[in-house]
Structure formats: structure tokens, C-alpha cells
């Protein structure tokens, strides 16, 4: 049994690019959770993942989210702003105009500190504060980059099909327990954290206007296509997950 991001497995499960997290796909932690567990996105990781012999349990969804050196009001802003990324979601911030690129971990603060980037992310505010990154970056932008099942538990089936009856149920609500638990600690803790940033750092939170989220969104979806390109499984779970936000209203 081990802890995994389903980034690490595109290759070998269609769905896993989805689960990583879309950009600008949900707008709350509570439609991400309800889309894996509830309208069975988490099914179709999970049959993926049985081929290969593996049961695969999302950890807790929660989101991605930016803290800049310079506020970021609209999509024009984000022209040639420097960032610190990695995965998709460079690509992403790339593709709306930003000039992103990775850089390891140890990098992230001394490159803000010095101006060779101007924002960063980090998780969302839980990150950005234990890497101090508050202290050089005064702004916090809302909505999040994504929101996504990006912590997930991969365990052998056969060891847990060793296990007796009562103790593979017991196992199998520990691991459901444990995502909503999670989930809802997360997000607590984000808020509380985010509340701290403000009155002790002095942190801006800037939450972009409808209008120009709206037109993020429709640059997003041209990558979210591409997700399809994998096959017949992450075609049904594009689509799937369309259908579900323009049941929210948010396409």
C-alpha cells in the first residue's frame, strides 16, 4: 500500500489526467468531491486501476491556487507574468499568457525573493504559508487553478483479498472515511490559513470577476479536449464531467 498523485500513472490509466484536475473545470471543493464519489468518476479510476491488479482510493480533493508578487485582476493581466509551475497546469498558465516554468521546490521562495519569478504555486494557502512564500508574495488569487483528486492510495488487491470478510469492509470504509474526513480538514484548514495570511501578512485575496473567469474557462476547455485524444474511457469522462458542471451552470 502506498500514497500516489494520478499524474504519475497518464500512462497507464486514461482517466488519470482528469483526476489530476482539469484547469477551471470546478469552482468548489464540495463539486469536486460529489463528482468523484457521488456521480462515479472515482468508479471509473478505480476499474482502470484493477487491471493491473491495484485498488485505487482518492485521498481528499482540494485545490490549486496562486500567490503573486503583483495582483492579477483579469486575463490581460496574466501576459508575461513570470510563474513558477509544473504539469498541466504550466502548460495551462502558458497557454493564457503567462511565461511559466518549473523549478524544484528549494528554488520556489529565493527566485520569488529575488524577482526571477513573480508567483508561485504551491498547493493553495497551506502550501504558500509553511514555504514562507507569504512573506514575498502579497497576493492571493481566487478561483482556484484547479480542484482535484491530486493525493490518492493505491493498495494490492490480492493483499487485500487475503484479508477476512469483516476486515476488507472495515478497510474499504476506513479508506471512504478517511476522504471525507480529509476533505473537510483540508478545506477548513485552508480557510483559517488564508484568514491568517491576510491579517498577519497582509495579504490581498483577489478574486477574479465572472467575465473574466468566463474567458479563462473557454481557453481551459480546448486543453480539457485533449484529454479525450486518450481513448474511449477518458472520452466518457470528459464528457461526463461536462455534463456535470452545465448542470451546475458553470458552461
Not at 473567469?213 to 464531467?241: F, N, R, S, V, Y
Amino acid at each position: 500500500m502506498g500514497t500516489i498523485s494520478p499524474a504519475y500513472v497518464r500512462d497507464q490509466i486514461e482517466v488519470a489526467g482528469i483526476a489530476a484536475g482539469l484547469p477551471f473545470a470546478f469552482k468548489n471543493v464540495w463539486e469536486a468531491a460529489y463528482f468523484h464519489k457521488w456521480y462515479g468518476f472515482e468508479k471509473m479510476i478505480q476499474a482502470e486501476a484493477a487491471k493491473y491488479g491495484v485498488f485505487y482510493s482518492t485521498d481528499k480533493v482540494y485545490p490549486t491556487e496562486l500567490v503573486l508578487k503583483k495582483p492579477v485582476r483579469s486575463l490581460a493581466d496574466f501576459k508575461g507574468i513570470k510563474i513558477r509551475s509544473s504539469g498541466v497546469l504550466q502548460i495551462f498558465l502558458t497557454n493564457i499568457g503567462a511565461a511559466a516554468s518549473y523549478l524544484p521546490g528549494g528554488e520556489v521562495y529565493p527566485s520569488l525573493a529575488s524577482g526571477v519569478i513573480d508567483g508561485a504555486h504551491w498547493g493553495a494557502a497551506q502550501g504558500a504559508y509553511s514555504m514562507k512564500l507569504y512573506d514575498v508574495c502579497k497576493y492571493h488569487l481566487l478561483p482556484g487553478l484547479n480542484i482535484a483528486g491530486t493525493d490518492a492510495w493505491v493498495v494490492n488487491q490480492k493483499a487485500i483479498d487475503k484479508l477476512p470478510a469483516d476486515i476488507q469492509a472495515t478497510f474499504y470504509n476506513a479508506l471512504e472515511e478517511q476522504f471525507w474526513k480529509r476533505t473537510n480538514q483540508y478545506i477548513y484548514l485552508e480557510a483559517i490559513t488564508l484568514a491568517k495570511a491576510v491579517k498577519e501578512k497582509n495579504v490581498e485575496v483577489i478574486s477574479l470577476p465572472p467575465e473574466e473567469q468566463k474567458k479563462i474557462t473557454e481557453i481551459a476547455m480546448q486543453m480539457w479536449d485533449k484529454e479525450a485524444e486518450k481513448g474511449p474511457e477518458a472520452a466518457k469522462a470528459l464528457q461526463m464531467l461536462k455534463d456535470y458542471l452545465k448542470s451546475l451552470g458553470h458552461l
